[in-house]
């Protein structure tokens, strides 16, 4: 099939090119410059290019996001700008990369990831919303930018399944073969894990002279972490782990 995906150049957009062609799909990976590869230019914030980036594609992988801007005009308003110009008679599928715990995690980039969940499924389109966990690279960024000194700060009880981006890509083309779902499927990493043994896994494989320190967190948003809401309740299961992840 004729496959657009958005976030072409993002972390998970890049790899899912290769899963998509070795199951016999045409790719085409759109971002607002369209550089690389099989690129096109398309830009949900602005509706630029959107329509001459949608000709054809018959499906469409919608992993764009902006968790560091606006993602209320990026992530919500560029869905609906993406729901107008698909074209309707063509498209067969459109799996939405949103993630595990946007209905249960009190937090603003995941309420505009779960608004943008509703924008799809009040479409009409067929779609199939697929909840993933936490990419290994981005557990390690932000175990990188809580270092202070010699000691590495962490939330006490916090669990999380972490997830190897190459098992997301592979299992993004199989859900892409998949007729639609129509709702949401989960998708997470092969282990359930506390922060804090994350933590120390990873300043021992990356910064041995730093010291872990799990410390108690208030409000609402720690209490659904240590409750279980970042971890998938079903669905697959990637199959690398951090630990291996660390080891490279």
Known sequence: MEVLVTGGTGR???RISGPLQEAGHSV??????????GGVRGDLVTGQDLSTALRGAEVVVHAASDPRGDYWQADVAGTRRLVE?????RLRHLVYLSIVGVDRIPFGYYHAKFATEQVLLASGLPVTLLRV???HEFVDELLASTRRGPVLPVPMGW????????????????????????????YGGPEDLAVADIARAWAAAREPSAHVVATPIPGKLSAALRDGAALPSSGERGRRTYGEHLQG
């Open 28 to 37: 085409k990976l759109m971002s607002r410059r369209g550089a690389g590869p």
């Open 159 to 186: 669990r999380v399944q972490p997830v190897d981006t190459g098992d997301v890509a592979a299992h993004v083309a199989q859900v892409v073969g998949n007729a639609p779902t129509g709702g949401v499927i989960e």
């Open 85 to 89: 110009a698909v074209d309707r008679e």
């Open 133 to 135: 966990t936490q990419f």
């Open 12 to 14: 998970l957009g890049q």
